[in-house]
């Protein structure tokens, strides 16, 4: 899954180049941002699993399900608030890494509308780890895979050579609201097989 990382953010800055280093270093900015909203709900996520994982392994489906149920509010809380960040003062977070005037044109609407996928991030981020909880880390890698290689590389591309560099951000949220999807899917899927014959 790391590995998995590192090839999205190759491919993105390869597609970003198309238009200047600027625009690679507005990604890498943001990288660096995000990971304040994000590691919070990293930190939720490892409290998560354990529950989650003992209370599978005593068949208590309830508190599997409370507990996935408050983590995902929580998560997306935490987004929520992220977003707003990310909405209100844009300027101010690029400006802490450069203030030239290209940086700050490129990066304003580009945090503004990737962070737009942080709601969906959060949701997706607390499903992921319900899967590995219950022994589907298969399923968390799937999910992975789709998000940063199938969806996000390929849809950056087909905007950067037909809408230009502010709709290559875009396609964070279109990846993450597709990898909710399949989460949907995989959760119901996992529901049925796993937990809908325990004991309430």
Request: aromatic letters at 12%.
């Amino acid at each position: 899954m790391q590995s998995i990382v590192s090839v999205m953010t190759f491919l993105l800055n390869k597609i970003l180049l198309m238009f200047s280093s600027t625009a690679v270093s507005v990604l890498g900015v943001y990288f660096k941002l995000q990971s304040f909203i994000f590691m919070p709900v990293f930190g939720l996520n490892n409290g998560m699993i354990p529950i989650v994982a003992y209370n599978y392994g005593a068949r208590k489906k309830k508190r599997i399900i409370d507990t996935t149920k408050l983590s995902v509010m929580i998560a997306v809380g935490i987004m929520l608030v992220g977003l707003l960040i990310f909405q209100v003062i844009p300027a101010t977070l690029i400006r802490m890494f450069n203030d030239s005037p290209d940086m700050v044109a490129i990066g304003v609407p580009a945090l503004r509308i990737i962070s737009f996928s942080f709601i969906f991030a959060g949701a997706g981020i607390v499903s992921s780890s319900v899967f590995q909880a219950l022994g589907n880390g298969l399923y968390s890698l799937i999910m992975s895979v789709v998000r940063q290689i199938v969806f996000i590389v390929p849809t950056a591309y087909l905007f950067a050579i037909t809408l230009g560099l502010n709709a290559v951000w875009f396609s964070f949220p279109i990846a993450e609201i597709s990898s909710i999807l399949l989460a949907v899917y995989f959760l119901k899927k996992t529901y049925d097989r796993q937990l809908k014959g325990l004991p309430d």
